[in-house]
């Protein structure tokens, strides 16, 4: 039987800026990982002792010191292991986003992230300087090469590896989540284990960060490209690989030294479950992190809403849940049962609050100014102001985080009211087209957990939507039907098509160009709005960056 090479994935859920405390969970796991697994070697993600991304952080004065004393704390700590982090090194004034490897009271070799990526939510040319050189260290008779994160997307990196006799890859990551991103590394790093013709070991970070959510998926791939070890996503833990080692007395460079066996392969999920799971652990994350006692929401009797709620009581337990009901004279009786119903099927706390008394002492105040003037939005808008000044009076009386309940097809368009349902601390379904929102109301009803339980009314999912704002109001009056208006998003969005781009697609030009134009008019809404979890390659907020103010014509 070919000796083994045990090297455990770390893979973690840290906190940014917690240089203290995830130094702790990287002794901690460092322990476990010798006691539990007698392993050889334990791999933490990409930046393990700030976590991902610092942002500006990374700009403090203190950091280098903060750093140097979380090293020393390891070092000192003397554990008969290897131990693989990522941190960031300032070297002579210019920080490099490194990879470093430990043992005992010893520092063996560091690496510099070569690949800086500076596109969709990554700013690393920001704060980094780019390394230049592999780094390749044996152990226990094996070359083991390092890369971090970007590293693996770019050919020169793992070529480099190879060159320098590497005959195995360890790869850290900080890689978020959006939706099939699993299925792109996998045939990335197929890819890269066949060119380089060495197994890889790729080690992921897992969390909510502000609106990134990290996946986890670490997962180790043989040298002939097929997955070998499949690590669950959207959970913290620690997974063993064995590697195999084949020839370790073998100078030969052409020899295969190693290679992982078939081991565990967690069940992959479907596209609709992985982005229920992410938005779940979004909002766990986001809550936890930032120490508030639960959430609140207002519960409409929508299907926005009533998704909203599954999610937070699915993140937080119910106990930590609260849901108002603000009716006012437009509020259907379908909605105040709904409301009801969904809330007693999920034993949250529940109130009914009219917002009637208060949406009249504003319009009494206002009487001079709204004078000889037509009934309008303006109207509408009070309504759902009014009950924005409820639950942000809850959120600050109890603790509470408010949580928003729109969805990307209304971010997009402008379909919300600034200061009344867009006020709050996270928008969960923010990067949720309403198409979406259908389909995960359904799974959550029919696939979620062991089996499926309704907790979203079915008169929900199958009335036509509605903001009840306006006496027989429907969003299809004013709005075109969503599986148009969620295409035609997504093609401008996230795809960056032009208008007669997307005309060429089969949409008629009136209905483009009033889409388009309300995208554009509403950027000055969207920057004001409440971050949520992303969940497409292309999400309002880090993602996607346009001028408030411009004059760009629409067109080709």
Known sequence: MARQLRVVMAQLNLMVGDIEGNTSLVLKNAERAISEFDADVIVF?????????????LLRPSLKLRIDRAIDAILQADLPIHIVLGFPESIDGKLFNALTVL????????????????????????????????????????????????????????????????????????????????????????????????????????????????????????????????????????????????NSDSQEFAAKRCEIPRQSLAAQQSSIASVYQALVLGVRDYVNKNKFVGTVLGLSGGIDSALTLAIAVDALGRDRVQAVMMPFEYTSKLSLDSAAEQAQSLGVEYQVIPISLIYAAFIEALKLEFAGLPVDVSEQNIQARCRGVILMAISNKKQLMVLTTGNKSECAVGYSTLYGDMAGGFDVLKDVSKTLVYQLATYRNTEYGSQGEAVIPQQVIDRPPSAELAPDQFDQDSLPPYDDLDRILELYIENDYSADAIVAEGYAEEVVMKVLRLVDLNEYKRRQSPVGVRLTPRGFGRDRRYPITNAWPLGE
């Open 45 to 57: 993600p990409e930046l393990t002792l700030t976590a991902y991304p610092p942002e500006d952080l």
């Open 103 to 246: 043992e005992g009271d010893s520092r063996l070799a560091t690496y510099h992230k070569q690949c800086l990526p500076n596109y969709q939510v990554f700013d690393e040319r920001r704060y980094f300087h780019a390394g230049d050189k592999p780094c390749v260290l044996q152990i226990a008779g094996i070359r083991l090469g390092f890369t971090i994160c970007e590293d693996m997307w770019e050919q020169d990196p793992f070529q480099q590896a190879r060159d320098a006799g590497a005959d195995l890859m360890i790869n850290i990551n900080a890689s978020p989540y959006h939706i099939h991103k699993l299925e792109q590394r996998q045939a990335l790093l197929k890819q890269r284990s066949i060119e380089g013709g060495f197994p890889i070991i790729y080690v992921n970070l897992v969390g909510g960060q502000d609106e990134l959510v990290f996946d986890g998926a670490s997962m180790a791939m043989s040298a002939s490209g097929e997955c070998h070890y499949l690590a669950p996503n959207f959970e913290a833990g620690l997974h063993l690989v064995n590697v195999d080692i084949l």
